[in-house]
Each structure stands twice: as structure tokens, then as C-alpha cells.
């Protein structure tokens, strides 16, 4: 099947700076979406971003389907981004469900 | 607003036993999805449904069944618990296909220890 990789696996940030996270898949994709999950577990879709560029406040995001990678900004980081950011992607191919990378975990501290 | 709701956080079984993981959404999705997450392994899909009385093996169905007698509930069971299911379980639904910008919806989580 196809692997997603995310990197880097964990990342410290202070309050305030940029960072970028990045999710390479091994095969196309019809698909790719970014969660958050909150310290309490909580998942929540930031972008189905199949191709090209989109931004949602501090947080914006970049696929390159061509070149099999995807990447999620986030901008002035704060303390509530702490959390780990999945990306998942789809294949029509392998059916109608979600592959998951293994996650980045970023803490934001103050 | 709407809610994907478990039936627990968090559970603790005994090596063995049978156990039944309650998943109820309130959004009238078609599709609803059991997840189990583990550190490093991002989460890894057990079963889904798309249908009530529908059921599809995921990618690690081995030791668990599951069952949707009705749309908006959907239940994963451990038949016989085995320690190395000790796990964060996850239920998401989503209204449609996965290869459109429909979101899917997780619910808070269980964190099942099998002693």
C-alpha cells in the first residue's frame, strides 16, 4: 500500500516562530487532508488540499501532487497549536479510506 | 454543532475478556470509521462501514469484529482482549466518498489498557 511520511517527528517551537511540517507519500494521491489533534485527543480537519496552495489564518498549505509531498505552515506559532499534525491521503485505487502518516508532534512553548 | 460521541475515555480490561467500544454520531453520516492510534504508527484503520449492516475490513482488522444495526451507532468489539490491543481507539464518520473535501469527524477517543 501507499507509506506517508511525515517529518520531522517532534518539534519545540517558542511562542511566536514559523515552522513548516512536511508529508511525502509514496504514489498519487486523489486526496490529501491535514488534522490537528489537540493535547486531549481531539481531531480536527485543517485542509483538504489535493493541489496547490490554501491558507486559513496562521495556518496555510501547500501540494505538490507532482512531486509527491505536501507541506503545512504554520505562521507566529502560539501555545494552542501545541498538538500532532496528521496528514492523510486517498487513493482511488485502494478504496474509499484514509492513510495516515505517523504524525508530527509540535509543542509551542511560551 | 455537530458531535461524534464514545462511550468511554477511558477502559481497562483483563486479558480475555470480550469488550464493546460504542461509537454514536448525530450527523445522519453514511460512513463511519474505527481507528486505532499508537505513537510513531499515526492511526491505522480497523473497519469502516458505509452503510447500516455494512462493514468493510481495513487495514488491521485481525482480532476485532464490529456491527451497525443502526446508521448512527457503530461498535467495534474485541472478541477474546489481548495485551498488545492496549491502544487509543478513535471513531470518525463522514457524510461522503473520502475522495472529496466531505470532512470527517472524529469523536474524543477511548484509551483501552488490556492488563
Known amino acids: 500500500g501507499i507509506q506517508v511520511e511525515q517529518s520531522p517527528p517532534d518539534l519545540i517551537l517558542q511562542e511566536g516562530a514559523n515552522s513548516t511540517l512536511r508529508c511525502n507519500f509514496s504514489?498519487?494521491?486523489?486526496?490529501l487532508q491535514w488534522f490537528h489533534q489537540n493535547p486531549w485527543g481531539q481531531l480536527i480537519n485543517l485542509f483538504y488540499?489535493?493541489?496547490g496552495t490554501k491558507q486559513n489564518g496562521r495556518l496555510s498549505a501547500t501540494t505538490v501532487a507532482t512531486e509527491r509531498y505536501s507541506l503545512l505552515y504554520i505562521s507566529s506559532s502560539q501555545t494552542t497549536d501545541s498538538g500532532v499534525y496528521f496528514c492523510?491521503?486517498?487513493?482511488?485505487?485502494?478504496?474509499?479510506?484514509?492513510?495516515f502518516g505517523g504524525g508530527t508532534r509540535v509543542l509551542v512553548k511560551p | 454543532d455537530v458531535k461524534v460521541t464514545q462511550s468511554s475515555r477511558y477502559l481497562v480490561k483483563r486479558t480475555g475478556e470480550k469488550v464493546f467500544l460504542e461509537c454514536v454520531q448525530d450527523?445522519?453520516?453514511?460512513?463511519m470509521f474505527w481507528y486505532r492510534q499508537d505513537p510513531g504508527l499515526g492511526l491505522r484503520l480497523i473497519y469502516f462501514?458505509?452503510?447500516?449492516?455494512?462493514?468493510e475490513k481495513g487495514d488491521i482488522p485481525e482480532g476485532y469484529s464490529v456491527s451497525r444495526e443502526k446508521k448512527e451507532r457503530f461498535s467495534l468489539i474485541l472478541e477474546s482482549a489481548s495485551t498488545n490491543q492496549t491502544s487509543m481507539y478513535l471513531c470518525?464518520?463522514?457524510?461522503?466518498?473520502?475522495?472529496?473535501?466531505?470532512?470527517?469527524?472524529f469523536g474524543p477517543g477511548t484509551r483501552l489498557t488490556v492488563l
Open positions: 488540499i489535493p493541489s
Open positions: 470518525a464518520s463522514r457524510a461522503g466518498e473520502a475522495l472529496g473535501p466531505d470532512t470527517q469527524y
Open positions: 504514489d498519487s494521491v486523489n486526496n
Open positions: 462501514s458505509y452503510d447500516v449492516k455494512m462493514k
Open positions: 492523510a491521503v486517498v487513493r482511488k485505487a485502494a478504496g474509499n479510506k484514509l492513510t
Open positions: 450527523m445522519d453520516h453514511e460512513n
